[in-house]
């Protein structure tokens, strides 16, 4: 089965910075790409499919990039309510797996 | 709009089967795929299966052996039994619509599950 791998696994920014997180894939998966949004305690939330679209309503900070094996979620300008736990999940084939997360800190 | 509630034991001991189910409200169940998603404390998030309209399941490779997906569209739910569970069974369980085949739009609020005796 394909393993995904983030990195890095937490990170601590400053509001306002860029931010980047990453995500690859131990095969090729072409875009089938999802990212997932988590905040303490909460359920996850959709940000991120087809390795760049965003779903409705998610902030356009929010960007993806990507295809083959290599993604990356940017956040533009880190804001507060950002903080969380991101998964990538990979769906080209079940069986459908996610990363290992990047936990989100405000420095 | 679409909402998804999961029901059942929080309670579970060794070698039972863990049960539960998910309401769907606000939608039909005959259309989408429905999972199940699984985090253990501070793990992961791990897709256990999922269900069709029409009853066909596709189950996470190494759960397969004890793990069923179950659909009744009369009441609008599907279920999920994973018999022989053991202490690494401990997780909050979650149900989800598949939206885009794989990508995970709706979830229910999660419902812990402790296998414990």
Same mark, same amino acid.
């Given at each position: 089965d394909i393993q995904m791998t983030q990195s890095p696994s937490s990170l601590s920014a400053s509001i306002g910075d860029r931010v980047t997180i990453n995500c690859r894939a131990s095969q090729g998966i072409s875009n089938y790409l999802a990212w997932y949004q988590q905040k303490p305690g909460k359920v996850p939330k959709l940000l991120i499919y087809s390795a760049s679209t965003l779903q409705s309503?998610?902030?356009?900070r929010f960007s993806g990039s990507g295809s083959g094996t290599d993604f990356t979620l940017t956040i533009s300008s880190l804001q507060p309510e950002d903080v969380a736990t991101y998964y990538c999940q990979k769906y080209n084939s079940a069986p459908w797996t996610f990363g290992q997360g990047t936990k989100v800190e405000i420095k | 709009q679409v909402q998804l509630q999961e029901s059942g034991p929080g309670l579970v001991k060794p070698s039972e089967t863990l049960s539960l189910t998910c309401t769907v409200s606000g939608g039909s169940i005959n259309y989408y795929y429905w999972s199940w998603i699984r985090q253990p404390p501070g793990k992961r998030l791990e897709w256990m299966g999922y269900i069709d309209h029409s009853g066909k399941t596709n189950y996470s490779p190494p759960l397969k052996s004890r793990v069923t997906i179950s659909l009744d569209t009369s009441k609008n739910q599907f279920s999920l039994k994973l018999n022989?569970? /053991? &202490? &690494?069974? /401990?997780a909050v369980y979650y149900c989800a619509r598949d939206w885009v085949f794989g990508v995970f739009d709706i979830w229910g609020p999660g419902t812990m599950v402790t296998v414990s005796s």
């Open positions: 309503g998610v902030p356009s | 022989s569970v /053991t &202490a &690494a069974d /401990t």
